[in-house]
């Protein structure tokens, strides 16, 4: 099975414009001409060093940790992954460009990353037809889960509440379990909304839904509590260099 890196910067004030075009000129444009190496704009820098393009790339709107920026990784294992970003960073383009764009000053206070596994329940929650990229808003939703139930937790999910949200706008793109991180165990949802106003609309729609608000009752009854607790809500703004498409991530 595959997994996914999940890498989440804190970025330093005033700093997102050179944090983007750091990642921009690693992930995304060609990599410069080397001795006996690829021509320039072949491939990219990451490309060359068998580091996976970002799935998608985001700018927190709004959360705790903003202004943020993030993007997920798709590997194969965590072999691949650590056999292979080590080679990257010691490469001199990196370390120079770097050095160019940070100036002295720090870029991001802080980073997160995590190693999640998709969840099952996924596929049959994936959007349909020719995939296409995705705008609008995006919202990302770290979602803490009653130790031992994860099973269960994730069946209502995939039965009650997603589809509860997809009926009201939303487009399910990911759905995932942190394998290694912080609070574990933890869900991560990300869902694409085509504006701001139905997003809000439609979690207001969301804590009304007979369905919903039934399955709640069910968690108590069962377990005492619900089957979700606290959550992180993260608004984001797609890059418009490296937008994800609809068919995210795929779970194959």
Request: proline share 6%; no cysteine; aromatic share 10%.
């Amino acid at each position: 099975m595959s997994l996914f890196e999940f890498r989440f910067y804190a970025v330093a004030s005033g700093r997102m414009a050179s944090e983007l075009a750091l990642v921009h000129d690693m992930a995304i444009a060609g990599a410069p001409d080397t001795e006996g190496g690829p021509p320039e704009h072949e491939q990219t820098l990451w490309e060359r060093y068998g580091v996976p393009r970002p799935l998608g790339s985001w700018v927190t709107l709004s959360g705790a940790a903003t202004p943020g920026f993030l993007y997920i990784m798709k590997w194969r294992d965590l072999g691949e992954r650590d056999a292979r970003f080590p080679r990257f960073w010691l490469d001199r383009f990196w370390r120079a460009r770097r050095a160019q764009l940070t100036d002295g000053m720090t870029l991001v206070d802080s980073i997160e990353n995590w190693v999640m596994e998709a969840l099952p329940q996924w596929e049959s929650l994936r959007e349909q037809g020719q995939p296409t990229e995705s705008g609008g808003v995006h919202e990302l939703r770290v979602q803490d889960v009653l130790n031992g139930s994860q099973a269960e937790a994730a069946d209502v999910l995939a039965t009650i509440d997603l589809p509860a949200l997809k009926r009201r706008g939303a487009k399910v793109m990911g759905l995932f379990e942190v394998a290694i991180g912080p609070g574990r165990p933890r869900f991560v949802i990300l869902l694409a909304w085509p504006d701001l106003q139905t997003q809000i609309d439609g979690w207001l729609a969301f804590d009304r839904d007979v369905e919903v608000t039934a399955q709640r009752e069910r968690e108590r009854a069962k377990h005492g509590r619900r089957l979700f607790s606290t959550s992180q809500q993260h608004l984001l703004q797609p890059v418009k260099w490296n937008r994800p498409r609809t068919d995210f991530g795929a779970v194959s």
